[in-house]
T-cell receptor
């Protein structure tokens, strides 16, 4: 069965303190791995899609990387406005195209 | 607007009543998804549409839940005889097949 596990469940950082969030997955035929950001009371906001092991993508202070079994979201010198829940999801191969989500990492960046 | 639009944004209903939630996908997106997010839980897949067809309904939790899509655009998720455990945020998303999936802001359902 396809499964996505995110760790840690919650992370508290000081402003400027870099860290990484982990997403490990098992899926039969990975079509893509997605990262989303979700603010309280809002829908998930798309950040990145990674398609193959070794791929990396960057956006401002965020960098996402992918291996055959896991993905990391690296946050460099975070700011309070980076505080949010970060969701990882895998897209199955086959006809459905649906995303299977992890439960997310709640990030709090303190000034 | 340019994004996925959902209505109502908030709905409070009495147990046993039926509710309808509406989703307007991004123009031109043929794929449409419904997800449910309960407090403190991850996003739970409900149903996937490609055009007006639903090739994957595997996530619908019971026969009280149904969804339809018309004109390859607007979709409606209907919950009959609502129960308290149906309280959640119902999220709609759309995409071109195989491309980035964009979410709406969700419909917050509270069953009292």
């Amino acid at each position: 069965e396809d499964q996505v596990t995110q760790s840690p469940e919650a992370l508290r950082l000081q402003e400027g303190e870099s860290s990484s969030l982990n997403c490990s997955y098992t899926v039969s035929g990975l079509r893509g791995l997605f990262w989303y950001r979700q603010d309280p009371g809002k829908g998930p906001e798309f950040l990145f899609t990674l398609y193959s092991a070794g791929e990396e993508k960057e956006k401002e202070r965020l960098k996402a990387t992918l291996t055959k079994k896991e993905s990391f979201l690296h946050i460099t010198a975070p700011k309070p406005e980076d505080s949010a829940t970060y969701l990882c999801a895998v897209q199955e191969g086959g006809a459905t195209n649906k995303l299977i989500f992890g439960t997310g990492t709640l990030l709090a960046v303190q000034p | 607007g340019a994004g996925v639009s959902q209505s109502p944004s908030n709905k409070v209903t009495e147990k046993g009543k039926d509710v309808e939630l509406r989703c307007d996908p991004i123009s031109g997106h043929t794929a449409l998804y419904w997800y449910r997010q309960s407090l403190g839980q991850g996003l739970e897949f409900l149903i996937y549409f490609q055009g007006n067809s639903a090739p994957d309904k595997s996530g619908l939790p019971s026969d009280r839940f149904s969804a339809e899509r018309t004109g390859g655009s607007v979709s409606t998720l209907t919950i009959q005889r609502t129960q308290q455990e149906d309280s959640a945020v119902y999220l709609c998303a759309s995409s071109f097949p195989g491309n980035t999936i964009y979410f709406g802001e969700g419909s917050w359902l509270t069953v009292v």
